[in-house]
Nanobody
């Protein structure tokens, strides 16, 4: 069983930045692809970014079109931590952000592919 705890959310003005962190415990972190997903009020949970079992470059890391070029996902397997650096934030980025782990090595984009979830951290971007 994997336990995930997110941190780093908060209130920020449009154009600002935040860095989310997610610390994992309970299982070998490097055996899991990791993802960030979000859910805004009244909307379904949606994919944001994912990274395979080790840091990789190029097409092994995925981003949704809405965050591509603004957000960066990374992981540090020595610290059992995955990060989401969020720059140029927009009011439409306001949501609860969830960290998730999958029982697979390769990054995926479907929420249903993830087996373990954190409780989420609120990100609010004011205009």
């Amino acid at each position: 069983q994997v336990q995930l705890v997110e941190s780093g959310g908060g209130l920020v003005q449009a154009g600002g930045s935040l860095r989310l962190s997610c610390v994992a415990s309970g299982h070998t972190f490097s055996r899991h692809a990791m993802g960030w997903l979000r859910q805004a009020p009244g909307k379904e949970r949606e994919f944001v970014a994912s990274v395979p079992f080790i840091n990789w470059t190029g097409d092994r890391i995925y981003y949704s079109d809405s965050v591509k070029g603004r957000f960066t996902i990374s992981r540090d397997n020595t610290k059992n931590t995955v990060y989401l650096q969020m720059n140029s934030l927009k009011p439409e980025d306001t949501a609860v952000y969830y960290c998730a782990a999958g029982d697979h090595l390769i990054a995926t984009t479907e929420p249903s592919d993830y087996n373990y979830w954190g409780k989420g951290t609120q990100v609010t971007v004011s205009s």
